[in-house]
Each structure stands twice: as C-alpha cells, then as structure tokens.
C-alpha cells in the first residue's frame, strides 16, 4: 500500500471508528477493515460506485455512505495522482505486501478437483473448470478437511471458500481453503453416509451420551439466524411462561455457517455456562442448504456442548448429522418450543392435582383415626350383638328347617290322602259287587230254604220213630223189668249180684225191692 | 432450616419436593404430625410455584458477539 493509500485508509479507519462509536457498536459491525482497504484501492466517487464494492449493502450504504463519500472528496490527498515511491523490498518483504493485498479477497469458487497431493497434515489439490482451461492450485490443511467430512476424489464437484496467497518458500500462488461444501445431491448423500457411519463407530449417537433437559428450563439460548422463519416459529410457540432467550444470531445455509453455528455453541458454553438448553434451529431445505448441519465439525461441537442441546432442522423428513448427536432432535422449530414449554403449560393443573391429592388424603386420614376411635367404643357393643346376630340367625334356620320338614310332612299326609281317596274307590266297588253276588245267594238260599225244610221234617220224623222204638220206657210197657244194684247199677249177670242182696226192680209203673235166695249160674 | 423469600425461586426444585411430598401422602400409613408439616410445606410450594407461573413475560436478549474477523491469521505449510 502507498502511502497516500496509507493515509487515506488511516483516515477512513479513524471516521469509522468515530461513526461507531457514536452508535455504541463495534467498529468491525459499521464496515470491515476489508472494505475499508477495498474502498481506499477503488476510491468511488459516487453512491453507485460505492454500491459496488463487497460488503456495502443497502443498509451501509445509506447508514454510512454518506461520510465515506466525504471522506474521498473531501481528501485532496486522494486526487493527487499516485507517486511511485522507490521503495526496494527484500523478497519476503514483497510477498508480505502481495499477500496483505491478497488474503482479503475472500472467495468462493466452485469447480472440479483433479490433481491430488496429500501431506500428513495438508494437502493441495487443484481445482479446475469443466470445459475452460484453468486451473486454481489449492491448499487446505487436513483438519479442515476431516472437519468437513469431505474426501477428496478426482473429478469431485466442490465449493470452497477461502482466501489467495502466496506461499513464501516456493513462491507458487495458492488458494487456501477454509470451508469446503459438496455440489450435487449425490455427492452429499454419499458423504453424509459415510460421515453418520464414521461418527457411530465414535459413539457420537450413544443414547448413553445423551444429557437430559431440564424439565422447567427458564434459560435458554436459541442459535439461529436472524432472517429465518425457525427463529419466529420458535418464539411464537414457545408461549410465555417467563424464559429467558439469548439469541445467537448465526448464518445456518452457506460455508460460513459452520463456523458461526460452533462459535455460538462454544460461546454459550464458555460465556453462559447456566443457559440450561441450547436451542439450534432452522428451516427446512435441500441437502445442499442442511450441508452445515451434516459436518463434521457441527457434530463435534454439538458433542463436547456440555450444555444440553435440542436441534430442529428442516422439517420432518430431514435427517442431519446435527439432529443424530443433538441431546435431543425436535422435528421442526415449533416441536422444539413445545418440548421446553409443555412442562410449563402442564404443571398448572399438576400444582392443582398436588393440592386435591395432599388436602384430601390428610382429610382422610384425620378422619379415619376419628373413625376408628368410634369404632374402639363401638367394639364391644358390636361383638355382643354379632354374638346374638349369629345365635339369631342359628334359630332361625333351625325354625325354617322345622317348617320345611313341617311341609313336607303335611304334603306326604296330601299325598296319602290322595292315595286313599283313589284305592277307596276300587274298594268301593269291590265291595258293590260283592254285596250284590251276596243278594243273589241270598235269594238262592230262600228258594231253596223250603224244600230243605221239608226233606228235614221228614228225616227228624224218621229219626223220632227210630228213637221212639229204642225208648226201654217203652219195652217197660211190654212188660220188661230192669233190676238196679242198691248203687242204682243194672244188674245184667247172677255174677253181680251175693245171696242176701237186696236188689231194686223197676217196673213200667212202679217197682219193687226183694232179697235174693238163690243164685243161679 | 428457615427459608426465607429467596429470590432465586428454583421451580424445577419446588415441584420436585412437591412431587415427593404428594408420593409420600400416597402412603398407607402417614404420621400425622408429620403429615400437617408436610402439608404445610406442600401448600407453601404450590403458592410459589403459581406465583412464579404468574411471571409469564419472556424476556429476549440478542448476543452481540465479537467476531474475530479482524484479524487473519495465516501460517504456511512447512
């Protein structure tokens, strides 16, 4: 830089530096040093021209153009055309200056790799256009490279960023790279493969490394971009419940952003270490746009966060390599406020549960030893009466039993009855028929009675006859006698009767008594 | 083991005490001296935490960070 330059640039750095103050922020947040140098080369002399150099927004340029403008006009200095100075440099000095002018110019070039060389800790490439000869030599340091997850293969399609200089030791222009991103779906998907693969077998996703959030977290640090809808979605679903938001604001898309997403994270960790969850978010998007989310370097400083992380990237169906390290992986922005506030909007009626549950159980508690010192008193009482329930109840059982059996006699008695009634039917007229073959009989023996009478008359009358004749009444009548013994007894032999007997004679009138004189034999 | 109005409520504690006093009325059976201290205590806890839920306003801070953009650091492979 020649010394007007110099002066001028001196002169720039101090307005701005009086600018920012004024405004109370850094004087990095009015314009780079970056663009200072560039506008201190280019000089603009209007708004346009100043429009065009890098780094001068819309916003800057009205915020800040204004003075810059004054600043080149106003300097006469700068309208002197250059003086060459004769300044003789030693080599090293010379690539000291080339490089001051040259690592500012910042870049990022797409383009395929081709030549590969790798060191144990670097390795150049170079980079080339499809159909254009032209050829970018390329360093990048090999830590870099592993942070990004990229290997390097020829005919890759890459994006880097980074910065030219020249090497001093061989002289060669490089372009040094500080942020690599991958080009087409393909190539994203294959490394994300293989990098989800790499950080497993690290233990990157062990469920067992996993911190756990607070249940009622309050202070939260919420890491997203300023520009996003995540950053709104978050906050408006998140409700009030009385957190406290630190927001980080980060680039989430682009090479730039993995710097910025684990600067944040470290940043909380180092600054804030009682933020209790670390919230990173953004919308949803193509692999491309998530390719921060699926390096290296996010996954490793979401990994050594020892504040708990909650990631919400992209929508439902993304899947980062954030998402699979993060403590814990929302799906979407509102998710991730949900997951810290729905704690908080459930814990009312929980408090209100708690109260119920503690008021009535003591309640209940006091009223059950209320109840049981009623009981003590009412034992006795009790016993006695379960005694004579019991004896009751015996008694009874015994009356029904007697009933029962009562019945049961009465219905055999029924039955009987019953039975008696049918058998004294047939009886009944058994005993008709009989009476009747009895009144036939009876007649029979009537008529027959008479006939009977008379053979009897005449058989008694025979019978008189014959005993008639046999009367000795009657023989007594012809004449015979019948002699009795003193003792009445006939006498029909001389052999019964002694001389001198007296002996008795019977006659049919009268009789006689005489003495025997003479027996003969 | 007097606890004055501490400032620095810690919610997540209070329903984590209130959690247990509830489990520990869950028991068959409680003392009941025990039990009025317990309740009391309980009582207490559900009073902060409401007033605590009262405070609903979240606050939001954006954090200017330094970047170190300023200064490049460069170094050269060997």
Request: charged fraction near 30%.
């Amino acid at each position: 830089m020649n010394k007007n330059n110099q002066n001028f640039y001196e002169l720039l750095r101090q307005r701005r530096n009086e600018v920012a103050k004024e405004a109370g922020i850094k004087p990095y947040m009015v314009l780079h040093n970056s663009v200072l140098s560039e506008i201190t080369e280019k000089k603009p002399t209007t708004i346009e021209e100043l429009g065009k150099i890098k780094g001068m927004g819309k916003k800057r340029l009205t915020r800040y153009g204004e003075f810059i403008l004054e600043a080149i006009n106003g300097s006469s200095v700068t309208l002197t055309p250059e003086i060459f100075e004769e300044k003789v440099y030693s080599v090293s000095e010379f690539i000291d200056f080339i490089n001051e002018l040259l690592v500012p110019k910042r870049a990022i070039v797409q383009g395929e790799v081709n030549q590969i060389k790798s060191m144990n800790n670097y390795t150049f490439f170079t980079l080339v256009d499809k159909n254009i000869e032209a050829v970018l030599n390329c360093f990048v340091w090999q830590s870099k490279l592993e942070s990004f997850g990229v290997e390097l293969k020829e005919g890759l399609e890459l994006k880097i960023e980074g910065f030219p200089k020249i090497f001093k030791r061989k002289g060669g222009f490089n372009f040094e790279v500080e942020h690599i991103g991958l080009v087409g779906e393909g190539a994203l998907k294959q490394a994300f493969e293989a990098l989800k693969k790499k950080l497993a077998v690290d233990g990157y996703f062990g469920l067992e490394r996993k911190k756990p959030i607070l249940k009622y977290s309050e202070r939260i640090g919420l890491i997203t971009s300023v520009y996003g809808d995540a950053k709104n979605d978050f906050l408006t679903h998140l409700g009030k419940f009385g957190f406290k938001i630190h927001f980080y604001n980060v680039r989430v898309e682009g090479l730039y952003a993995i710097d910025e997403i684990t600067s944040a994270i470290r940043w909380f960790n180092e600054n804030m270490g009682d933020v209790e969850a670390l919230v990173l978010t953004r919308g949803g998007g193509s692999l491309e746009s998530l390719q921060p989310f699926n390096s290296e370097a996010i996954a490793k400083a979401i990994f050594a966060s020892k504040i708990p992380i909650i990631t919400a990237i992209g929508h439902e169906n993304n899947e980062t390599i954030a998402d699979l390290v993060a403590d814990v992986y929302a799906s979407t922005p509102t998710d991730a406020a949900r997951i810290l506030s729905d704690p908080w909007r459930q814990v009312q009626d929980l408090l209100s549960s708690y109260e119920t549950n503690i008021i009535t159980i003591l309640k209940d508690k006091y009223d059950n030893i209320e109840e049981k010192l009623t009981a003590f008193g009412s034992n006795f009482v009790s016993a006695i009466n379960m005694v004579i329930s019991f004896r009751k109840e015996r008694v009874e059982s015994l009356q029904r039993a007697l009933i029962l059996s009562f019945y049961r006699i009465i219905d055999r008695i029924k039955l009987t009855e019953r039975n008696f009634l049918n058998n004294w039917e047939r009886l009944r007229t058994q005993i008709l028929t009989l009476r009747q073959s009895v009144g036939n009989q009876e007649n029979t023996l009537f008529k027959e009675i008479n006939r009977w009478f008379r053979v009897l008359q005449v058989s008694l009358d025979n019978v008189e006859e014959k005993l008639k004749l046999s009367d000795p009444t009657g023989r007594l009548k012809q004449g015979y006698s019948i002699i009795f013994n003193i003792g009445n007894k006939v006498i029909k032999s001389s052999k019964q009767i002694n001389v001198g007997e007296e002996i008795i004679l019977k006659f049919y009138e009268g009789g006689a008594s005489t003495r025997v004189e003479k027996k003969k034999i | 083991m007097n606890e004055k109005e501490d400032k620095s409520f810690d919610f997540a504690k209070a329903i984590e005490e209130l959690e247990e006093i509830n489990r520990w009325f869950q028991n068959e059976e409680i003392d009941l001296d025990a039990g009025l201290s317990k309740f009391r205590r309980g009582l207490e806890l559900i009073k902060k935490s409401r007033e605590r839920l009262k405070q609903v306003e979240n606050e939001f801070k954006e954090i200017k960070k330094e970047f170190g953009g300023e200064e490049i650091l460069t170094e050269e492979p060997e």
